[in-house]
């Protein structure tokens, strides 16, 4: 039992919005993250600075009441300092004054304290952990220079940082709830500014779906810059697509004709041939019936030649090839496809490689069509000539025939031009020849000299570094 096949289907990318749409979110995502990343250190810092200076009061007030009396500091704490420091509510005091030495006056005997050279005198701010819990504090010295004592009193004053915590929190949450909202509207905007900015694409998509299969005309519709470089591309791809198409229709149709031609010619001589009792005009039937066969095969083989030439122009890489070779694979084949009337072809090749960008089949055809061409139609002996000339390269075919009634090669290449007093020439020949020209965008080119007749292929030489294989 045959199984279905089943046809690959290629699977679908993201759209053009669902790309932009997910750019746009993550762009909005980071520039919100460090937003709320500089929101909570700007809060954090707004908050350290507001409870510092309420220490930083707190160490002053304490500072002005430290006495020396009969030879013996004296600290007398004002209850000022302790309400300007609850002002920082559900937060834990601390607080610590010790001489020089290093002996606690009052306070907490076991608090952290800095060293006096890393004390500014405006105050010095330091986080510790005290108590199990994390703890800011302000150090600050009172200079003494009495008799009895010298030298700097420390001064510490700290309270727990749960409120600069929640203040830091509070002002990152309003910020964020600002930014986000903010983040948000402009995510709207931006993708009705690119629904907008899109319509010019849905437009050409709505215009390719409703169009005939068999349009090709281009489109005219207005669109903005970026868009209308698509429809231009788009445009010159359809006439491209058009004229190959209206080519393939025109060779398919004029290959019907000759076909139905030449089979039509052949039909009628053999019946000619079947009434027949003269055996010397059976005889001439009998050339003709052989003629009209041999023009009937080598239309066949020329208009499958035509075909592979004109597919290789659409899909064939341009390669470094060395004409030389070119050249002996063309007279090998010609020369078996001629068989048993050997031809007498003369090869002249330089001894330098000939290195163009090509395609090898298309030159080795045409490179035998206008071996069969000279040898048809010309006269021996045939010279195949390859040369360099500044930078060209140019393969040409010479016989010492009339050659052919055109003077410019613009008129020579159309197809089935046939000699209708040489019934085994297709008409195909000079036409594939013209074909390749243009695929390698080279040009034929015609000389009528002493030397006899010529048609050459010049080609542009490959650029410097190319080698052929």
Request: hydrophobic share 45%; net charge negative.
């Amino acid at each position: 039992m045959a199984h279905p096949v089943r046809q690959a289907v290629p699977g679908r990318s993201l759209s053009i919005a669902y790309r932009l749409t997910i750019s746009l979110t993550l762009v909005l995502t980071l520039a919100v993250g460090a937003t709320i990343y500089a929101a909570y250190g700007y809060g954090r810092q707004a908050a350290n600075e507001a409870f510092d200076r309420l220490l930083q009061g707190a160490a002053l007030q304490i500072a002005e009441r430290i006495f020396v009396i009969e030879g013996e500091v004296r600290v007398d704490i004002p209850v000022s300092a302790f309400e300007l420091l609850s002002l920082a509510k559900d937060e834990r005091v601390f607080y610590r004054v010790a001489q020089p030495d290093g002996a606690t006056l009052t306070g907490y005997e076991d608090f952290p304290m800095p060293e006096a050279d890393t004390i500014p005198e405006g105050g010095f701010a330091y986080e510790v952990d005290f108590g199990g819990e994390r703890v800011r504090a302000l150090a600050m010295l009172r200079r003494l220079a009495e008799r009895a004592v010298s030298g700097d009193i420390y001064i510490v004053v700290a309270h727990t940082t749960g409120s600069r915590e929640q203040l830091a929190r509070s002002m990152a949450t309003q910020a964020v709830a600002v930014i986000a909202g903010a983040g948000f509207a402009i995510l709207i905007l931006a993708l009705l500014a690119m629904r907008y900015a899109m319509r010019p694409l849905e437009r050409i998509q709505t215009a390719i779906l409703e169009r005939d299969p068999l349009d090709l005309s281009p489109f005219s519709m207005h669109a903005p810059d970026e868009v209308s470089a698509l429809v231009a591309s788009i445009n010159r791809f359809m006439g491209r697509l058009d004229r190959r198409v209206r080519a393939m229709q025109d060779y398919v149709a004029d290959s019907a004709h000759q076909i139905r031609t030449s089979i039509t010619a052949l039909r009628a001589h053999s019946e000619l041939a079947l009434d027949e009792d003269d055996p010397q005009r059976l005889k001439a039937l009998h050339r003709r019936i052989r003629s009209r066969a041999i023009g009937l095969n080598r239309l066949t083989d020329q208009l499958l030649s035509h075909a592979l030439v004109t597919h290789r122009a659409d899909t064939a890489r341009l390669e470094p090839l060395d004409l030389r070779r070119i050249a002996v694979g063309a007279e090998r084949d010609f020369v078996q496809i001629v068989g048993g009337r050997k031809p007498r072809i003369r090869l002249d090749l330089p001894e330098e490689p000939v290195v163009v960008r090509g395609d090898a089949f298309s030159l080795r055809e045409a490179v035998k069509n206008l071996l069969n061409n000279a040898h048809a139609h010309g006269k021996p002996p045939i010279d195949l000539v390859v040369a360099l000339s500044d930078d060209r390269a140019r393969i040409a075919v010479t016989d010492q025939g009339e050659g052919l009634p055109a003077s410019d090669p613009a008129d020579i290449g159309h197809r089935f031009a046939i000699n209708p007093n040489k019934p085994e020439s297709a008409g195909l020949g000079l036409a594939i020849v013209r074909e390749v020209a243009e695929f390698h965008h080279g040009r034929i080119m015609l000389d009528r000299g002493d030397r006899g007749f010529t048609i050459s292929l010049d080609l542009p030489l490959a650029q410097e570094g190319a080698e052929a294989p």
